[in-house]
Structure formats: structure tokens, C-alpha cells
């Protein structure tokens, strides 16, 4: 059983900053996939970005590229997101997402491919 604890998030304006972090404990192994989702109100839950550990390969959905920076830590086995440039649009519940292995990189973005889920955080981005 893997348990993922998120934080960070919160309130910002637009064009501001915000980080967030999931730390991953539990029966953890030295190899995997992990990625952060979100879900807006009335919306399906999308990708956001991936990142695999070791070799580091990542993904980003096209809204968020060039604006979200996703960073792993292996030694913490904790993953990151660096939100820049926020928009009103960016504002949902950001899931962290895990599985205990690496994902080939034509599957990263496939929300079933991955096995454990934080419980979300809030990201609101004002106007």
C-alpha cells in the first residue's frame, strides 16, 4: 500500500506563482512514475504533468507547457510542480498520482495507468 500526502496550493492572482509537493511513503519502490492531474468544477479530470524517477523523462499537457515545471526527488520520494504565470483556467483540485514502476512515455498522460491518488489540493487562481 502506497499512501501520496499533497501540499501546498491555495489562493493566488493571476499571473502569480505557487508550488506544490506530494510526498509518497508506505511500500514504496525505486522505480516509478509519478504525476500530478486536476479536475475543475463540472469537468473530467485531466493531466497536468508526469515525471518518471531515475531518468527523470517528462510530460506536460499542452495548456501548462512552458508555465508548470514538474521535479522529483528520489532520496524523498516526493515529487514537485512549480506553477508560474497562473491563469483563472488553472484553477482546480490538483491531484498527485503514482504507480511503482515507470510508465512508457506514450502513457504518461493516461489517468488509468496510474494506481495511487492523494486526496487533492485546492489551486484558485483570481482574476
Known amino acids: 500500500q502506497v499512501q501520496l500526502g499533497e501540499s501546498g496550493g491555495g489562493l493566488v492572482q493571476t499571473g502569480g506563482s505557487l508550488g506544490l509537493s506530494c510526498a509518497a511513503s508506505g511500500r514504496t519502490a525505486s522505480t516509478y512514475t509519478m504525476a500530478w492531474f486536476r479536475q475543475a468544477p463540472g469537468k473530467e479530470r485531466e493531466f497536468v504533468a508526469a515525471i518518471r524517477s531515475r531518468g527523470g523523462q517528462t510530460s506536460y499537457s499542452d495548456s501548462v507547457k512552458g508555465r508548470f515545471t514538474i521535479s522529483v526527488n528520489n532520496a524523498l520520494n516526493t515529487v514537485y510542480l512549480q506553477m508560474n504565470s497562473l491563469k483563472p483556467e488553472d484553477t482546480a483540485v490538483y491531484y498527485c498520482?503514482?504507480?511503482?514502476?515507470?510508465?512508457?512515455?506514450?502513457?504518461?498522460?493516461?489517468?488509468?495507468?496510474?494506481?495511487?491518488w492523494g486526496q487533492g489540493t485546492q489551486v484558485t487562481v483570481s482574476s
Open positions: 498520482a503514482r504507480r511503482e514502476s515507470w510508465i512508457i512515455v506514450s502513457a504518461l498522460q493516461s489517468l488509468q495507468m496510474y494506481d495511487n
